[in-house]
């Protein structure tokens, strides 16, 4: 075999993924399960106010005016979230909306653990 093949990839430098954008994010959290990058996308989109929904299996954000969405008239808080069938962030109007956040993930669950050795 050539050389080339034995060759170590560079190390994975996280920090890089802060500087990828939003689809790019999902694309690694969904196209690459149970790899460690998956990890790493989710705590970046954790860090960017994103939250996973576990019974939903997806992502949502509270919507702010600078997301274009205007104030809801009922006083509680709205909510997008990334619909991965058309690759784009929509405002949620399901009926959970009351409790919508107690399906969240937290932030501890989503952090890469590595085993002490």
Known sequence: ??????????????????????????????????????????????????????????WFKRASPSDGVSSSSSGSPQYLYFDINSWERRLFNGSMNQNITSGFITEDEVQVKFPSS
């Open 1 to 58: 075999l050539p050389v080339c093949y034995y060759m170590q990839p560079p190390a994975l430098k996280t920090g890089h993924l802060s500087k990828f954008q939003l689809e790019t994010l999902f694309y690694i959290f969904y196209a690459l399960p149970k790899d460690v990058l998956q990890a790493y996308a989710a705590q970046e989109l954790y860090s960017r106010e994103w939250r996973y929904h576990g019974e939903l299996k997806l």
